[in-house]
């Protein structure tokens, strides 16, 4: 019976989590199982292991097999960095001794790392609420302004009277180019007097042309 190390799910759809499990290799993926070895969350930020170590890595150790999630896991949380230190026991090339404290540096080594990403997570939280927040206190001062702007309007409008004084005015001076206009009409009375005048003219004329014809009369004779 080959043996599997792999997860097995549960909760909810969106808010899955996983049992990490050694199950026999023919059995479903949640059906039966031989062992429970931990439990894995995505759902948080890092993600949330938690397994039994030391059970985990005998059953690397027997040669379990893993699914590609599961090997992950394993790698993150350094059982198969100990169980490559102790085939090194196995093969002289390390003491136990010296396994326990390489391995000690690696578990600090990650611990620091865990814990700068959770103080930077912490940090890019902070900053994003500090900019959360300035953006809504932004947005209710503008808010507050437009109502405030409704409620009390600017009147504007009382100024419009003086223009149409100003044009009432210039309407008021227009009588004075009327009158300009009527003393220009005047103009052709005199042009009357100047055509009766003319006509005069013939009647004075008439008296030349009879004493004209007396004079011819007695050459006639």
């Not at 409620?151 to 409008?157: A, L, Q, T």
């Not at 009879?210 to 009369?217: G, Q, V």
Request: hydrophobic share 40%; no cysteine; charged share 35%.
């Amino acid at each position: 019976m080959a043996t599997r190390i792999r997860l097995q799910r549960h909760g909810k759809k969106s808010k899955a989590f996983y049992h990490i499990v050694a199950a026999d290799s023919r059995s479903k993926r949640d059906g039966k199982f031989i062992e429970k070895l931990g439990i894995y969350n995505p759902n948080t930020n890092p993600a949330t292991i938690d397994i039994n170590f030391d059970r985990t890595l005998s059953w690397v150790q027997v040669g379990a097999e893993m699914s590609e999630t599961a090997r992950a896991i394993l790698s993150y949380k350094g059982v198969l960095y100990k169980n490559h230190l102790i085939k090194g026991i196995a093969k002289g090339a390390l003491t136990a001794e010296q396994v326990e404290e390489k391995f000690a540096v690696w578990l600090a080594e990650k611990d620091n790392k865990i814990t700068g990403k959770k103080d930077g997570l912490a940090k890019n939280e902070a900053s994003d609420k500090a900019a959360r927040l300035k953006a809504e206190t932004e947005s209710n001062e503008a808010r507050a302004k437009a109502v405030e702007a409704k409620n009390n309007p600017v009147e504007v409008v009382e100024e419009a009277p003086v223009a149409e004084e100003a044009s009432e005015e210039v309407v008021e001076e227009t009588p004075e180019v009327e009158a300009a206009a009527e003393v220009v009409e005047e103009a052709p009375v005199v042009e009357a007097a100047a055509e009766e005048v003319v006509e005069e003219a013939p009647v004075a004329e008439a008296p030349a042309e009879e004493a004209a014809s007396e004079e011819e009369a007695p050459a006639a004779e």
